[in-house]
């Protein structure tokens, strides 16, 4: 019996080396997908294999109100890495739960009950995350959700400004919009928002799920705008693919953050891996590597395909190549004539979210496919 969730791709994945994986049946992909950037220092990089394995032999799992070395020191080094006097730091598993603890966190230190979300925006699929979530498609059926949530354009300061208010608890928002279709917005936006919540007494909640981690060019894209939130949100490439999340509080909220808790919050394993994973891209400079590789790649493609799609976009390695037709069939002649896995963003964008770890020749292989498929 097959999962009842999740449609199956017919490629069986067996194991991974870096920026590539391979199949049952030993065919080997190039991985620009990273599973929705969840491998941001390649497959299998061997120093988080190692501190996960290490760890693994000597305590597999203790509960959060038991400190543990592996948990403090990657509290301490999200403490250390987030945006300034954004330093409080609550684990999961998720990314969808980093959002539902934010949005209590906002409620509860505020007082307030309104949540200010864009549209496009994508937050989780658990009840209250999915409240902030856009498209109708992923809440059809799961209705009623949290309420209290006010949608406004994407982009549109005047939008934000007006929906901000004395009973705003919070704005979510992603600085680069990932399943919306890779949507970018200005350095000016986003300073606008941050105006707008700190005037009102809000929280300015970054979802930095996807984009964090080095993705845009910056560790955050909150750095790349130089924006400070009141709550960032981060998960899939912390862990290198194992499952952990985090949200990162300023102070004001951190002292009135409520009851909150959760069984598997911060596993000696995962943040054995994750304090792995944050050296490695530091050490390795990845987040500029990531926005060098990524410049050349969009200029790749709008060099190679010119007027055969509609839009090259997004920042660093995290981009949407707006095409003519559906992205699913293009997809899959990537993956089945040219050995390589992307992603969709919508139902015309493909999206590229490879390991941060990709050289200028992996770029070039990716171009040459896409002229083959897309021309």
Known sequence: MSGFVFSEKP?????????????TNGTEYLDFGASYACTPV??????????????????????????????????????????????????????????????????HA???????????????????????????????????????????????????????DEETAAVIIEPLQGEGGINPVSTDYLQAVRVATATSGAALVLDEIQTGLGRTGDLWAADRHDVVPDILTTAKGLGSGLPIGATLCRDWIAEDAGNHGSTFSGGPVVSAAAGATLDVIEREALPEHADEVGAYLRGRVEERLGDDVRDVRGDGLMIGIEVKRGSNRLLRDLAIDHRILALPAGRTVVRLLPPLTIEREHADAVVDALAEVIG
């Open 110 to 164: 505020t007082g307030r009950e309104k949540i200010v979300a864009t549209k496009q925006g994508f937050h989780g699929r658990t009840m209250g995350s999915l409240a902030t979530t856009w498209k109708q498609k992923y809440k059809r059926g799961f209705e009623p959700l949290a309420g209290g949530v006010e949608f406004v354009e994407y982009g549109d300061a005047d939008a934000m400004r007006e929906a901000v």
């Open 42 to 107: 390649g497959h299998c990089h061997p120093e988080v294999v190692d501190a996960a394995t290490s760890q693994l032999e000597e305590l597999m799992y203790v509960q959060a109100s038991y400190p543990h070395a592996a948990r403090t020191a990657l509290y301490e080094r999200l403490a250390e890495v987030g945006p300034v006097d954004v330093d409080n730091v609550w684990l999961c598993n998720s990314g969808t739960e980093a959002n539902e603890a934010a949005l209590k966190f906002a409620r």
């Open 11 to 23: 490629i069986e994945i067996a194991s991974g080396d870096g920026v590539y994986v391979t199949d």
